[in-house]
């Protein structure tokens, strides 16, 4: 299980760190998702008005998209390091031979 989440931590920190080099400088969540498919910022706030209501809108999603794009892959990436470090088996103790020194 750590493996995995092991895995997905570095593609997202990998992702996070080119998103934060290769866009111009200040490129928004919304510009980003804006760029990829062009009614994807109109869409998605239809869907979410729709699905959770406006104040969910207005108080949730809007403050997230205002951050960096790269942000969302980073949080993201910092969570399953945690779970991969917390998923981790146990390592075994050092044998004893049972000679004193």
């Known amino acids: 299980m750590s493996r995995i989440f092991t895995v997905f931590a570095a593609v997202l920190l990998v992702t996070a760190f080119a998103l934060m080099v290769l ?53 993201a990436g910092v969570l399953c390091v945690g779970v991969a470090a917390s998923t981790m088996p146990p390592t075994e103790s050092p044998r004893r031979t049972g000679r004193r020194l």
């Open 23 to 75: 866009p111009p400088d200040g490129l928004t969540l919304v510009q980003g998702l804006a760029e990829l498919v062009q009614d994807a910022p109109q869409t998605l706030q239809h869907s979410i008005v729709h699905t959770f209501g406006n104040v969910a809108w207005l108080k949730l999603f809007v403050p997230l998209l205002v951050r960096p794009v790269w942000l969302v892959p980073l949080s």
